[in-house]
């Protein structure tokens, strides 16, 4: 068996009552009249090709007459409980437009497309399964990382507004060419901080087309961030090599940047200045991420031979006796972020 190759099907792991209790806590529970399951419902439905003709592995589904009514209204619902207030005053100035859905994949979502018919802008989110491992990634993506994600969720219904950005496989075939080499450079430098988070919050399977590339115009520069947009892995491999998006095949040009353009002393201050960093955000959250250790390490995440081989294959790494005490994935995650703030200090004087 292939290390680098992680399941292609998970099993869906429920939301327990103490998870349940951090999302109201957090204020991430909310109530809808459509449910992921209602939107399975459809009547038929058609492939939907990319500009260049090629199949997107999505399909636009179509729903009766009668339903359709009822599930625009379900949906323009939830767009303004995930943008706004919930207010319906605005419902008169929205269209749904499309509603397409994704057959490849774990998640099998459901994705949006809002438009505001008064000045034609649109806005995407997407209707998926509620699984608490994606949930807790989400949850970790929001405290460690430099983004803040948008989600709601009903009973066994998750509402997730759409990412920005450009898919890191589009990113390197259309875009990457005509970087600067400066540019260049500075996606290395994202691409070693991205790297650490992922391995330290153990988002596994970070694969290109599982994260995007986010250009930002700075004064008289271009500068980019890389972000996660898939959450399905969250502490569930048993192999650490699979929360090391460096390794994977498809990551290869990627990681040739950091090669080329970093030497190995930039790449451990790159490394150090995000775990640094880690600490900060952690201390500056550090309510909320009890709480949500609490629920984690009550949470089944993955099987039983995935927590032993993982714990052993990080001990091997760190070599930090608590990783054996470890028994649940929540458990290994307060080991690695306790390892790093006992390594990484964060002391408030040094600002």
Request: net charge negative; glycine share 4%.
């Given at each position: 068996m292939d290390d680098n190759k992680p399941q292609l099907k998970k099993n869906l792991y429920k939301i327990n009552p103490l998870l349940k209790l951090y999302l109201e806590k957090y204020k991430r529970v909310t109530k809808t009249?459509?449910?992921?399951?209602?939107?399975?419902?459809?009547?038929?439905?058609?492939?939907?090709?990319?500009?260049?003709?090629?199949?997107?592995?999505?399909?636009?589904?179509?729903?009766?007459?009668?339903?359709?009514?009822?599930?625009?209204?379900?949906?323009?619902?939830i767009y303004t409980l995930l943008h706004s207030d919930g207010n319906e005053s605005s419902f008169e100035f929205l269209s749904v437009d499309e509603i397409d859905f994704c057959t490849f994949g774990n998640s099998q979502p459901f994705r949006i497309k809002v438009r505001n018919i008064l000045n034609d802008n649109y806005t995407h989110f997407y209707i998926k399964k509620a699984d608490a491992s994606r949930i807790f990634g989400l949850e970790l993506e929001h405290?460690?990382?430099?983004?803040?994600?948008?989600?709601?969720?009903?009973?066994?219904?998750?509402?997730?507004?759409?990412?920005?950005?450009?898919?890191?496989?589009v990113f390197l075939e259309k875009n990457l060419k005509s970087c600067s080499e400066t540019e260049k450079t500075q996606i290395a430098k994202e691409f070693v901080k991205f790297n650490e988070r992922c391995m330290i919050g153990l988002l596994g399977d970070m694969?290109?087309?599982?994260?995007?590339?986010?250009?930002?115009?700075?004064?008289?520069?271009?500068?980019?961030?890389?972000?996660?947009?898939?959450?399905?892995?969250?502490?569930?491999?048993?192999?650490?090599?699979?929360?090391?998006?460096?390794?994977?095949?498809?990551?290869?040009?990627?990681?040739?940047?950091?090669?080329?353009?970093?030497?190995?002393?930039?790449?451990?201050?790159?490394?150090?200045?995000?775990?640094?960093?880690?600490?900060?955000?952690?201390?500056?959250?550090?309510?909320?991420?009890?709480?949500?250790?609490k629920a984690m390490k009550l949470t089944r995440l993955a099987p039983i031979e995935h927590i032993e081989q993982l714990r052993e294959e990080i001990y091997d790494y760190t070599l930090d006796l608590e990783f054996k005490k470890a028994e649940s994935m929540g458990e290994i995650v307060e080991v690695a972020l306790n390892f790093m703030k006992r390594n990484f200090k964060y002391d408030e004087n040094d600002f």
């Open positions: 009249n459509v449910f992921y399951d209602d939107l399975l419902r459809f009547q038929g439905s058609v492939s939907v090709f990319d500009k260049n003709g090629e199949d997107s592995l999505w399909v636009r589904v179509y729903y009766n007459e009668f339903e359709k009514n009822d599930i625009d209204k379900s949906l323009k619902k405290i460690l990382s430099p983004n803040r994600i948008n989600y709601l969720v009903f009973k066994d219904t998750l509402i997730e507004e759409h990412i920005v950005g450009i898919p890191g496989d694969r290109s087309y599982n994260f995007v590339v986010i250009p930002i115009y700075d004064f008289d520069q271009l500068v980019f961030k890389i972000r996660a947009i898939d959450f399905d892995q969250q502490c569930y491999e048993g192999s650490f090599k699979l929360y090391k998006p460096f390794l994977f095949k498809e990551n290869f040009l990627y990681s040739k940047l950091v090669q080329d353009k970093l030497n190995q002393n930039a790449i451990e201050q790159y490394q150090n200045e995000e775990r640094s960093i880690l600490v900060k955000r952690l201390l500056d959250s550090e309510t909320r991420f009890e709480d949500l250790l």
